[in-house]
């Protein structure tokens, strides 16, 4: 899923940033020249969204990418992560930092880097930016990494209206977004269309500026034990790092859950929940980050929007836990679901 940043402190100090920025990184390897001016730089650089790295969902999906481009290509790498509270000012300064040392591609993990992106890319023309979940910033040297989520929730709602015994199934959404509101949109439509009987509980955990939803596991872990408290024995999370909280509520309690943007089941953070992870919506982020990385280093950059979807394979759903791939019958019910999205006969909802 995608979320946010797990934003830096209000109003620290442009040095205090400067300083964190060397602290913060990951690996780094200088595999090339640092001069900005070389169209191919010292490598990728990835700026984490909200929940940083370790959410085991979107910000590690990212990492993945960036480790798997530094093993192949053989260049340098750094990821830098975000601070509770950072203003776009301060996202401004750590993609200018990255610029600056000569990090090419420079990728904003996340639609809250989209200021900063387009504010940054706009000074530095020779180096390509990536922006993951976002599509407003047009320049000739960005390169917007979006998803069809919608679709990948779509068959995310066939299976736990298959799945499903109490005919009540949940949604948790870290924050109320436009974005969220897809994988809402495309799960609730895939319930319905498979059953018009069972019920979907959907709920927020928070709403913007308040992005505490993508970060904090005890808000999704109480919002997925209210649902099952209620009913539910199916819950679907589009919540980042929060959404390891509902994961926990729904192996606590012996239910389904269903993760988000990678593979959670075979997550090693989330090695004891596996058991009672059906699937995950997985979303493509790490092969976009490596993919821009991979354009850089051939010298033919990707720019513009860039968009993976059920028929390309940049979202789908994952088949690592063997109970699932066990259920006939909800196995027959995605793949035809599966099919009517690929051939356009299933058109996929983006808003609830």
Known sequence: ????????????AAT???????ACGGKSTDSGSSSSDD????????????????DQSFND???????????ELKIGGEDVEP?????????????TSLAKQGYNPVVGVGFAYAPAVKEVAAKFPKTTFGIVDDETVKADNVADLVFSEEQGSYLAGVAAAKATKSKTVGFVGGVETPLIKKFQAGYEQGVKDTDPSVKVRAQYLTQPPNFDGFSKPDLGKEAAKGMIDGGADVVYHAAGLAGQGSIEAAAEAKKWAIGVDSDQYSQKALAKYKDYILTSVTKGVSDAV???????????????????????????????????????????????????????????????
């Open 1 to 12: 899923m995608h979320r946010v940043s797990r934003f830096a402190v209000a109003g620290a």
């Open 290 to 352: 490596f993919n821009l990385a991979k354009s850089v280093q051939d010298g033919k950059p990707e720019t513009g929007v860039i968009r993976a979807d059920l028929k390309s394979g940049g979202v789908a759903l994952a088949d690592s836990n063997p109970d699932f791939m066990k259920m006939t019958e909800v196995q027959e019910a995605v793949k035809k679901a599966e099919e009517g999205i690929k051939d356009g006969s299933i058109k996929v909802k983006t808003t609830p």
């Open 16 to 22: 205090a940033l400067a300083v964190s920025l060397a």
């Open 39 to 54: 169209s191919k730089g010292k490598g990728v650089a990835i700026a984490y969204d909200i929940g940083g790295k370790g």
């Open 61 to 71: 999906a990212a990492y993945a990418g960036m480790e798997r481009a530094m093993k």
């Open 83 to 95: 601070s509770d509270g950072e203003s776009d000012a301060d996202k401004i300064q750590r993609l």
